[in-house]
């Protein structure tokens, strides 16, 4: 069958602007906390002030008494009523973690929700929380999981020996036999403190009973809609097509929202019991301990290495402190085995071998937060190549030049079984290098440090592996598998398009990247496209938005259906105007004969399809509603190379970032204004990560990082100007799309802490413990006692 | 975070206030600007049961620049003082310390009279009125009265308000001809509570320092006199061959003197390291703005 | 008694008669009693800067304000930014139009504090800008766009 089409000023590669945002810049945004509904209740949690507690009893009675209170819903009530969250399993699982809705026994975290209090408005739940009594039993805390892992230490689970909530062990590669002809071998420590996604919005769920068509429906900030109503129909008990989730709009994820909490599990529960809707918006008090947490890791990293700074094998230990339970769903062998199964990158690792940890302590659990286990992967054997090329006096580009995987030597199976293939690690590091000067760099830096100017050059490269279809796990060993999305086109009856996929949005214009693929796939114009992303009712069976996955799925489901439905079109089109097939095109919502002399708008062929259907062959008019899944099985890398210069003042310990310079490869691009706007935000997060983010513990687990003062992201005076550049090549799913929302974050992180111990090193100081706070970089630098 | 229940006031006049606070008791919180008090209330850190709320109290809104001094009211912002070029010239280390105080909505709605009343150890305007010897006005049951700045600061968070008593204004006397002033600050990001800082004024004639004032904040109490590094400074020569070794002297003190407290963002020993670095680099620029040698 | 009283404020031009809660926050206020919730909160103890408003003229955290404290003020917010005909604010055109907004939730904010800054400095250096945004935080932008479009519009690009 023909498919000519006019040559079309096309929509993808351009920076058209987001219908998707003109509510939000005009402040008609509908969020969570938006949503009022009458007779609505509100929630506020009790939740646990001790790390680890024995709870001998809570009496809720005197809250059940304040006038305004409707229930206060404990543990023990729900207990046999409701599915509690048994840990995903995985096959390097150290042991299950059950987690209670609302804590029935036991607390194991401070934060954790012990009693959920119902009322008519949010102040007078918080009074009533003030009225409940909890009798707590302390039990040892386990605050450090080197500790935590000993024999001796308590247990957070009795069910995990060890507190080990997963365990790993891997080699592949002759890996002892080359650290015996190894020419060098270098050695380092890593540690990376605890983080949090701090969304602007936090978490919330407002739940009705038959609010609209459905027994429940649920409003949640979250990127999973479809995963949500599955779990939730399972836990509660009901029949999953009674739920409905609806996903308003929502002020930011990054994988925070990607998991399955039981607050809003609790609200479900709650609205049904009541049959009143009820509401809870998490507060940032709360959400500091109550949403997952990230990072907090600690690394001991060795490689090998030939005189010409080649790497021969590379072996780690890792331990990830992943808090008090394995979150649901993606387990707590996120970090864990990400951080130590990507460590290679996209370097050739001829031999691997590690041995990585996620203990259970009495903190916040730890879940998938923007880029997971690569960051903390990256940036470590980034400082162990400037190790390495400080000691055989290699230049760092030149020795990372000579470990990249060359596109020539692509398709490349590397030592952790990923094969990379349609990606350009080495073009992207000569594009940053050559865009930033580098040689002029190094001078500058020499005179700066001859002045008096303490100035460091890092040079990161990574590699990420987005978009991935069902032969590559998310989590190694995870029995989830997301890797096939669908979306439905339908044709509406005035001749405008509905694209819908449970693909929600948090910022990312997913809504308009679709649409832009849609008009090209179509030849149908943006504004007769709208996209529908955020309601179970309307969208097809999607897992949702995170592991930077919308571009790649959204589109090759786009392009599969469009495929499809584009036939169907001009099939009907053809017959309207009386003429062959091969003599038809569609283009600027209509179909239109090649030689331009007749046509037949989408209009007019929806109306007459829908309205006028037996003047139409039944074979011309199977319906304009396609649904397609699509699975790219393999996933799609992404790279990229950030340069980073930095100064640091070795009075104050300061670290101010000079000169950024990014070029990566992220594929064929939709939006390049809506691109950018992720590698920069990516960047931003990565420098906090690098330099002042930090959630700190004492030792009995209470939480010392508990306000907006104390958990430090960056302003806009932390972030500089971003140069970005690209050296893209298309990958080989459909239409040649990549992720590009957790690239940036690897690259950052490794930069800034390579340009910071690059600008010690000039000291003969060195720092191993991120964020680089000032006083650590000051320990680092001998100014002040202790190391870094 | 919604605070708990409290009884609301705006009375119109200072008597109406002292009134209304007498009535309360130790229970009742003056609310001005509200931009240190209200965190606290939402995060039920603390729950007040009287607010009495000032920012009806007409008579406090006043900012006089006078011949030999300035004086303000309790309802005057950080934002006035930065908006009036009689303050910044005038006064200028009062200006260059406002404009680290949070960020400017902050600014907008916050009191001088609040900062210095709530004397928390990272905050710039207590350390301020110290340097410039200022002078804070108080009204109570028992009438008017005033008190140095450094009597007013007694520790961390406290002042020597007594029962029933408010704080009405505050008083800076103008520097003297021949002074350079510096306020100087080291925070994580601009607007953060500063993980210390330092306030110092050289008064300067024939190239010998006449007098010195240096302030230290974010040492854990109130702010920090360091009297030893004044006085090792005082009735020296500070030109360009002596004030190197003058300012490491009178850092050394501070450092030597000084007992910062441990937080999450810094601990005692990297607070103790800053205040010396903080000092001299207050005191170059206080010396280099005095006009002259 | 002490714990509701009546309040008169005017707020994007419209006066509004109600009585309300003492305890009751200004962001609360404008968003779940006259149901403009274009005013965000992100952590309620004033640092985020999402709740910015205009309070007579002058950027404040809504947070950190009571709505009796704000009986017979003039307050603006986002909703209140467009002109009568509907049309955008400059601000808030630069800002689609330099894509300096992602997940839209630091947005209301950042236009508030961006415009005031114009009005007290219409010609600002980047670093000006910075400065002045730097009490308002974005998690999703890294600030680039956000800067770009505060500096378009001070260089009269979008009127």
Known sequence: MSDKRFVNERAVGSSVLPDEAIPLVEGFGRFLNDIQLPGMYHVAFLRSQHAHARLRSVDASKARELPGVVKALTGKELFGRVEPFRSMPNRFSGGESVQHWLAVDKVRFCGEAICAVVAEDRATAEDACELIEVDYEPLPVVSDPRDGERDEAPLVHDSCPNNYLIKREYERGNVAEAFDKANLVVKRKFRIGRKQALCLEARGCVAAYRESTFVLTVWMSHQLPYVVRHYLAKHIGMHENDVRVIVPHTGGGFGQKASVYPEEFVCAYLALELRRPVKWVEDRLENMVASTHARDQYIELQAAVDKDGHLLALSSDVWVDVGAYSTYLWSAGMEPLQTAGLMPGPYKVPALRYRTRGVATNKTPVGPYRAVGRPSASASLELLLDEAARRLKIDPVELRLRNLIPNEAMPFRNANNLVHDNVNYVPCLKLSTTKGEYARLREEQRQALADGKLRGIGVACFAELTGLGTTTAVGPGTLLQPGRDAVTLRLETSGVLTVAAALPSQGQRIMTAMRQVAADELGINLEDIICLTSDTATAPYGFGTFASRTAVFGSGAVIKAAKELRQRILALGAFLLGVALEEVTVANSAVHTLDRSKSVSLREMAEKSYFSAKDIPEELNPGFEVTSFYDPKRGSFAAGAHLVVVDVDPQTGDVKIIRYVAAEDVGTIINPAVVEGQIIGGIAQGIGEALLEEIVYDDAGQPRTVTLADYLVPSALDIPRIELHHANTPSAALGGFKGCGEGSIIGALGAVTCAVADALSRRGGDIHEFPATPERVLRGLGVLPGGA | ?293 | MAREQRIKVTVNGRTYDKVVPVRLSLADFIREHLYLTGTHLGCEHGVCGACTVSLNGRSARSCLTLAVQADGAEIVTIEGLRDRDGKRHPMQQAFHEKFALQCGYCTPGMLITAIELLQEKPDPTEQDVREALSGNICRCSGYQAIVEAVLAVARKEFV
Not at chain 2, 88 to 103: C, F, I, N, Q
Not at chain 2, 259 to 286: I, M, N
């Open chain 2, 1 to 293: 975070m919604k605070p708990a229940w409290f009884d609301y006031h705006a009375p119109r006049s200072v008597d109406e206030a002292l009134h209304l606070l007498s009535n309360a008791g130790p229970d009742g919180r003056v609310l001005a600007g509200g931009q240190s008090l209200m965190p606290m209330l939402n995060c039920r850190i603390i729950s007040p049961s009287v607010l009495v709320d000032i920012n009806r109290i007409e008579e406090l809104a006043y900012l006089e620049t006078r011949p030999d001094s300035l004086i303000l009211g309790a309802l005057v912002r950080h934002a006035d003082l930065l908006r009036d070029p009689q303050v910044r010239a005038g006064w200028p280390l009062l200006a260059e310390a406002t404009a680290y105080v949070a960020h400017p909505a902050i600014r907008n709605r916050g009191t001088v009279c609040g900062s210095v009343s709530h004397n928390d150890p990272a905050a710039e305007q207590p350390s301020v009125l110290v340097t410039l010897d200022g002078t804070v006005l108080i009204a109570g049951p028992a009438g008017r009265r005033e008190l140095a700045a450094g009597d007013f600061l007694t520790g961390m968070m406290s002042n020597a308000l007594k029962p029933g008593e408010m704080v009405v204004g505050l008083r800076y006397p103008r520097p003297a001809v021949g002074t350079g002033a510096a306020f100087v600050e080291f925070a994580r990001r601009l607007g953060d509570f500063a993980l210390a800082g330092a306030a110092g004024t050289l008064t300067m004639r024939g190239g010998v320092c006449e007098k010195a004032r240096i302030t230290v904040v974010g040492m854990g109490g109130g702010p920090f006199r360091a009297r030893d590094a004044e006085a090792a400074l005082t009735g020296r020569s500070l030109d360009s061959t002596q004030c190197k070794n003058a300012f490491a002297e009178a850092a050394a003190k501070v450092v030597a003197a000084v007992d910062p407290a441990e937080d999450v963002h810094a601990s005692a020993s990297y607070r103790r390291h800053l205040a010396g670095v903080l000092t001299t680099r207050a005191l170059e620029t206080a010396l280099a703005r005095s006009g002259g040698v």
